[in-house]
């Protein structure tokens, strides 16, 4: 009996301990499973951080296009790019690497992009955008028209006559905008200036001018942009001249006690005779005597009332838009014998 009870004791023993050694085994196996997991998860992430790190060749990602923009009208040149290192930009500017505008008008940007402040006719060109980085490089080439007003024509004289003047005008070359007409700018010697909007003509009269005057001129094309840049300024004068003076023998007729004044014999320079100023006085004097400050051209003044057989001098200043003449005569009234001789 009690070798039954004794077999039967060490047998559930056995089967305590055989059920202890595998739990062990399966408690080992499942922490080699979590730790093989673990090293992998740890691989993993390694790649990850690898990838963000892949080399990508640099890609201008802008479209090639003109740009056109109008005078003075600040412009941006995009540069819009990928890539892995971050590329360095570079532009180029008809070919001609940019580095640094001194007077700040021109200023490459953060973003890569170009600025350009106020610009005119010669910022007209190619524009070109570099992106470098070390594992490839990628170039962009941008046009960019300047609406600009018109540059300055040239103007030569072509004529004048004693009341008006005849100018060529010739445009610029390479006009980019069709010019719509011309501002002519005159003004005479000590005037003020007057201005005349033209069409595109080649040559243009302007009358009713001072006879023998000095004039200024200059000449403005214009656009749908703007005034352009004036020419050069010219300096000219209306024909005509100041009053001629006369011989005395065509001039004064002489008698004892008078004298006449035939102003028909003026030569008025080709510009119109206004007025004359009559001063006399006799020779051995020294004020002069004002006869008339306005005696008209044309016709003739008798001088009454002089004493016979004196010296007399005249003095005559004849006036035209031209200017003043001034003369001076010297005559001797005739002497008169008295009856009684």
Known sequence: MYKIWFFLLITVYCNCLAQTDNSTTNI????????????????????????????VPPKITSVDRTFTTTYKEDVILPCAYTGSPIPVVTWTINHVKFSRDAAGRIKQLHNGSLLIRDPTSTDTGEYSCQVRNDF????????????????APSVQLVSTTNNSLTINIKPSDNEEEPILGYSVHYKEEFGEWETIQIADEKEFTIDNLICGSRYRLYVNAFNNIGQGEPSDTILLKIKGTKPIIPKIDKFIVVLSTSAVLHFRAFPDGDCSLLYFVIELKKKIDTEWNQINNRAQPGGMLVIQDLDPGYWYQLRVTAHNSAGFSVGEYEFATLFVRSSNN
């Open 28 to 55: 080992k196996s499942q922490n080699l499973e979590e730790s093989n997991l673990s090293q992998n998860a740890s691989d993993e992430s390694v790649d990850l951080e690898n990838g963000t790190n892949v080399a």
């Open 136 to 151: 490839g490089q990628d170039v962009k080439t941008y046009r960019l028209v300047v609406k600009t007003p018109p540059k």
